[in-house]
């Protein structure tokens, strides 16, 4: 069974920048969609971004989108997130999600399985 693992969380100013990985212990094909989601403290876990393995597909949120990149690295196996222009309301646990290809990026039940996060905080 594929396991996620996410890094490159932590403390970073507002305006900072920040790259966040997520490595995949084996291709699967349900990581033929991987995703981005962020829980902040007492709100529900949010779309952030998402790609196909094929590259072919990117969506963001609103939320960030000009701001984030999602790419997959050298590392077929390696997804990763950079984050510019971070904003205090950007703090949050991230987690990688994987899904088989043709699921709903946004919607939280389409994945099957998560890594257990990577903490990113902004300060003001």
């Known amino acids: 069974q594929v396991q996620l693992v996410e890094s490159g969380g932590g403390l970073v100013r507002a305006g900072g920048s920040l790259r966040l990985s997520c490595v995949a212990s084996v291709r699967t094909s349900n990581t033929d969609t991987t995703a981005w989601f962020r829980q902040a403290p007492g709100k529900e876990r949010e779309f952030v971004a998402a790609m196909t393995w094929s590259g072919g597909d990117t969506v963001y949120s609103d939320s960030v989108k000009g701001r984030f990149l999602i790419s997959r690295g050298y590392d077929m196996n390696a997804v990763h997130l950079q984050m510019n222009n971070l904003k205090p309301e950007d703090t949050a646990v991230y987690y990688c999600?994987?899904?088989?290809?043709?699921?709903?990026?946004?919607?939280?039940?389409?994945?099957?399985?998560w890594g257990r996060g990577t903490q990113v905080t902004v300060s003001s």
């Open positions: 999600a994987g899904a088989p290809f043709g699921r709903d990026f946004y919607q939280t039940n389409e994945y099957v399985v």
